[in-house]
C-alpha cells in the first residue's frame, strides 16, 4: 500500500469514528420513545429528610405496548426546577430510578423521585426537557 493511500485510509477511519461519536451523542440528548408515549402528571411536592423534596408523579402509557421507563438517573435527565432560577438534580437514593418502571399497556403507574435540597419552592420537574408544572409543597 502506498503511504498516499495509508494516509487516506487513517483520515477516513478517524473521520468514521467521529461521525460514529457524533451520532451517539446526538441520540442521547434527544427524549426517549417512552417519553412520547406517556403522559406524566405531577400529584403532589412535599418535604423530605435533610431538605430534600419527593415528588409524587402519575404515569399513564398511552400506547398500546408495555413501556419500560428508565435511565433517569442519567445526568440532567430529571431536575426539580424551583422559584428563582434555581435547580436540583436528583438525589443519589431516589427510589423511582433505582430499577425500570414498567408501565402496562394503557395503565398508569405512580412513583416519586427525590430531589436534593436547593433553595426556592419547587416549580416545575423537567423530564428530558419536557417540563410538568410541580403543586405547592404538601405537609408530610
Known sequence: MSIPSL???RLFCL?????????KNESSARQP????????????AQ?????N??????????SSTPLAIAHLDQPN????ERAGGKTSPLHRISVGVAK????????TKTTSLLFQ???GAPAKLNLYGKTFDVPPLARP
Open 7 to 9: 494516509r487516506a485510509t
Open 15 to 23: 473521520f468514521g469514528i467521529c461521525g460514529l461519536l457524533a451520532c
Open 33 to 44: 420513545e417512552w417519553l412520547q408515549k406517556v403522559d406524566v402528571s405531577v400529584s403532589k
Open 47 to 51: 418535604p423530605a429528610f435533610d431538605g
Open 53 to 62: 423534596t419527593e415528588v409524587f408523579l402519575a404515569l399513564h402509557n398511552t
Open 77 to 80: 435527565a430529571a431536575v426539580l
Open 100 to 107: 425500570p418502571i414498567r408501565v402496562e399497556p394503557h395503565a
Open 117 to 119: 435540597a436547593g433553595e
